[in-house]
Structure formats: C-alpha cells, structure tokens
C-alpha cells in the first residue's frame, strides 16, 4: 500500500461550540485528503493536508464536461469516544461503479477506505459530540486536465472533505412533504442515474426549486419514459408501506443503489418482513391511499437515514400518510440503524468499522 504524507495544520480551527445548531454540510474540519491521478503513473501521491481552496485552471475539464463524482458517508462517536463509519466498504465500491461509468480510473477499494479512515483520525476531535450529529465524508473525484476537448480526462483528483452535520433536513425525523414530478425528469436507463454523479444533482434543482416555492421538501421522480413508475426522492431512496408489503422501486439503471436503502431492506427482512423490489407506479400508490392501506412512506440516505413522508401532492391528489405522523416502521427503522450507527447496539452484521 503507498504510504499517506500527513502535514498537519498549524493554524487548527474552532470547533462549533453549539453542535445543536450545525446544520448540514456548512463548515469544514481543518483537513482534506488528495490524491492526484497521471495517465502513465496510475493513482499516486495521497496525502493529509490543511483544507484550504484546490487550484484549477478555468480549463479543467470537469467545470465544462461534469467528469465528477462522490460518495457521501458518515462518521459517528460512540459514547465511550470510539468513532465509528457505517459499511465504508459499500461506498467506495459504489465509488468505482460510479468512476467506471463516467471513464474514471477505478480506485484501490481498500485503499481508500484506509485513507478516509486515516482522515478521519486525524480530525477526530471535528467528529460531533451531540445525538444526532456525525462527521460527514464527502470523497469526490474530478477530472482536471487543462482541456476543452470532449475526451476522458489524463490527470485527475481525488479528494476528501469533512463536515461535522447534523440533520439533513430542518425538520429531523418529522414527515417531510413531497410534491410528485410530473415534467421534469431526473435519469433514464442507459444514463447515468445509477451513479453518484454532480450532474444528476445538476438536473434535480430546477424541480426541487420549484417544489420549495409551494413549501414542500423535496421532489419524488417518476420514471423518465412514461412518468409512471416510482424512482427516487431527491436525495433519498424511498419505500412505501402497503399492508403487509414493503415496497421500493427495483435498481434497474435509473436508481441510486443506497447504502441506508440496502440496511434498510436487510434489517426488514432480518426482522421477517415482506419487502419487495419491484416496479411500482405513483398510481398503485394513490390507489393504496385511498383505500387506506398507505400505512408509511419514508425516505433512506446517508445524509437524511430515515426521512418519513407525512404527505405526497400528485397533480391535484394530496396524499396525507398516516395523519402526516411518523409511524412505527419509520421510527423503529430509525432507531435502529442509528443505534448500529453510535455504537448504542449490538452491531450482528458487522457493519461498523472503528476508525483506529
Ligand atoms: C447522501 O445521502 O450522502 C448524499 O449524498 C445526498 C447528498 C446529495 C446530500
């Protein structure tokens, strides 16, 4: 494995006094990791440094041509001060199913893994102390050739920054309310909506502008064909509570394959609940709604864990979900992973990994 050159600030930062009041993704702990890439030299040079700005020419590529990517993760203090990230290995897996889709050179997994978690010592003092706050991990990937050509890029940059954070969304774990897309569209099969790519957030604004102007969170995507069948939420998985079935849309292309949604379906089934992957249209749900048998609806991310929908709006239908409550599903999902998360449960599936 290369060695990481570790150059420590020496102008450290103040921590946020009240982490109650840190919002989500504002400041920024007082190092980053980077690591350049050079065709004929492969990944080389990781290093610890002071966070500070990246210098870029006005041509690197990924300004013009969106060659970007990342991953989004989180590192967590137990009571007895241990630190803790959740499946890391998942995330840098998914990282280079993102790299080689956007013809990015693919990472050493294991490697950066290390890495972060070397990061992440070196700032443990930035991981927060209050319930609910993490360290969150943003690790991305740009393509930096000084360039405006449509090609690859030669020469890349892989970097970690860290925010300490706190819910995702203002309202915690009370039920967000969701508007349904019906014009714009986030990703098609065959695009890149499978990925954790910048310019899928890129294409969300507008829609979710738009949503927000008419007070509600966040936007639900419908398939890009036939504006039918459910996707995702903004920036979250979603799941839908339907008597006895679970179900969220299967990963076929379009989809982000979550981490949180991948607990989630395994923690559910461990539990000896019927969840399902399958294709499910905005229309099955409005059905179940009016019958009643819409108990729950949340939303799964790394930044937002467990989102409970109180309310989704579909042209002129207004779906209330169970009173616009947080119903026991959502709350005991909730509980659970966070509490796998702090290191507050027993860990049975091995998801944590101590950042030593
Ligand atoms: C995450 O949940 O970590 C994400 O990457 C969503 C993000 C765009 C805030």
Redesign the pocket.
Known sequence: MQEIRIERTQHPRPKPVDESKLG??NIFSDHMFLMNYDEGQGWHDPRIVPYGPIELEPSAMCLHYGQSV?????AYRTKDNRILLFRPEKNMARLNVSNDRLCIPLIDEEFAKEAIAKLVDVDRDWVPHAEGASL?I?PFIIGIDPHVGVHPAHHLLFVVICSPSGA?YPEGLDPVRIYVEKNYVRAVRGGMGFT?TAGN?AASLKAQDEAEKQHYTQVLWLDGVERKYIEEV???NVFFKIGDEVVTPELQGSILS?I?RMSAIELMRSWGMNVSERRISIQEVADASKEGRLEEAFGT????VISPIGELKWGDDIMKINDGKIGPLSQKLYDTLTGIQWGNLPDPMGWTYEVK
């Open positions: 989500f993704g990342f991953e989004g993760m989180k969150y943003r995702y954790k957030y903004g920036t979250m979550g949180t991310g790394t930044a937002a």
